[in-house]
């Protein structure tokens, strides 16, 4: 794999850690790279949800309004990443995570001072580009950098840890603005990202195990023992996919995933932000609605160390078949919600879905293309995936307004998600030429 490695002094410090620690250094880096998919969630549209009434009620915006800023931001986002994808597979994901933190943790502590909707669009634009593109990027860049054989069970652990920042964040902006406002929430928020996610990305983090004289999972065998024949084709062996980002955009396996991720992501985007105030308009406590965000989280996390095993077992098409259906049932439980069990219920499986989604989606463009141009695979894959995911609320707060409700929108989500299973089926293993890296 290219790339240029860190300054020589830091790979020297790197380098005698690396010898001292009595198991793979791949399991340091992903400890580290959870703390930033912890942080990650700041600005996500679950955390976004719980400040929604307490700004419209202050300052009269419109939910509409307040989409537009999550709009944007994935717009942004959107055109930044394939730029960015060829930086990250030059300079690795400890750059690039560092810059994340750093600029969401400053701006969520900005949206504080918030006085006018042009401050806040033009704050949480910014939070939710980086949350979109430079965090997605360094996160599973890091991951398929380090993980081959166990990427699997890398992948689902990270999702983990994103949904239990996932569920953290919107639970410490809660009580936070119960105690002392909505302000001191961004505050608390900002202030959460910098301390967990800055320091062991940059003191910990090596772009690739290379780098260290290392090979991934820190074994040259690469068996791919208990792995379904698709996903053998993909992942096993001791030959690697080295596709290209040319070679990629040319085969049909890069553009069904790119129809899935187009599907299946307003309906993220779009129920996650508007989840709270559709159960505070059914009649929920802001608190128990909180905690219902909460529970799809934990759902979410437990689901994603879940598909880390199944989409081995399974494939990566039954995988990503099976969220996707995961996902319709949920946004048709919530249509007729009216009590607290039909809540937690609409959340598991929302956080099933998700989990589901999160984990197999960023294993599926690794197995599928390999490490050698993931960054640039992924940063076209990427803008897909951020347009679909600026769409969804903005569509939701349209149809909310117009309406009186949400349930348009969920009938509108729930046809994507179906659709969203065929593409599924369909995305098969590309058999192409690409390039092999072979890993000795």
């Known amino acids: 794999m290219r790339g240029t490695k860190d300054s020589s002094p830091r790979m020297d410090r790197a380098k005698i850690l690396v010898d001292r620690t009595p198991f793979f250094y791949g399991w340091v880096v992903l400890a580290c790279v959870c703390c930033a998919g912890f942080v990650r969630q700041g600005p996500a549209v ?37 730029v960015l994808g060829p930086i990250q597979d030059r300079y690795g994901a400890r750059r690039m995570l560092c810059a994340a933190v750093l600029v ?18 033009l704050l949480f634009c910014i939070a939710r580009m980086v949350f979109a593109g430079p965090f997605d990027l360094g996160i599973y860049g890091a991951v398929n950098s380090w993980f081959r054989r166990d990427r699997g069970r890398a992948t689902s652990i990270t999702t983990f840890t994103q949904m239990a920042g996932l569920m953290a964040m919107p639970l410490i902006a809660q009580l936070t603005i119960v105690g002392s406002g909505w302000r001191a929430g961004w505050l608390a928020i900002g202030a959460t990202v910098l301390i967990i996610g800055f320091i062991p990305v940059w003191a910990l983090v090596v772009r ?11 074994s040259h065998a690469l068996s791919a023992d208990g792995v ?57 406590d802001p608190t128990i ?5 909460s529970t799809f989280a934990l759902a979410s996390g437990i689901s994603g160390l879940m598909f880390g095993v199944l989409s081995r077992r399974l494939g990566i098409r039954i995988s990503l078949a099976v969220s996707a259906v995961a996902l319709g049932f949920s946004t048709v439980t919530m249509i007729w919600i009216t ?31 390999g490490r050698k141009s993931f960054g640039a695979i992924r940063g076209v894959a990427l803008s897909i995936q951020v347009v679909a995911q600026a769409t969804g609320p903005l569509v939701s707060g349209i149809l909310r307004d117009q309406t009186g409700d949400y349930v ?26 690409g390039d092999r890296i072979r890993l000795v």
Not at 342 to 366: D, R
Request: charged fraction near 10%; charge should be negative.
């Open 208 to 218: 690739q195990p290379e780098d260290m004289g290392l090979t991934p999972d820190g």
């Open 46 to 82: 679950a955390t976004l949800s719980i400040f929604i009434e307490p700004m419209t009620d202050e300052f009269g915006w419109s939910r509409t309004a307040m989409s537009v800023a999550v709009s944007i931001g994935g717009i942004l986002a959107a055109l930044a990443s394939p």
């Open 104 to 121: 969401t943790g400053v701006a969520a502590m900005l949206l504080s001072l918030t006085q006018s909707l042009l401050m806040f669009v």
């Open 339 to 369: 009590t607290t069990w039909q809540g937690y219920l609409a959340a598991v499986f929302f956080g099933i879905s998700i989990g589901g989604i999160l984990t197999v989606l960023p294993i599926a463009w690794a197995d599928y293309f």
């Open 408 to 433: 348009l929108s969920l009938w509108t989500f729930t046809g994507l998600s179906l659709a969203a299973v065929f593409a599924a089926l369909l995305a098969r293993a590309p058999r192409a030429s």
């Open 228 to 284: 379904s024949d698709e996903a053998s084709s993909a992942a096993g062996g001791a030959v690697e996919p080295a596709f290209s980002r040319a070679e990629a955009l040319r085969t049909p396996a890069f553009w069904l995933l790119s129809l899935y991720t187009l599907l299946v992501y307003p309906v993220q985007a779009g129920v996650s932000l508007h989840q709270a105030p559709h159960l505070i308009e059914r009649g929920f």
């Open 289 to 293: 609605a909180a905690t219902i965000i």
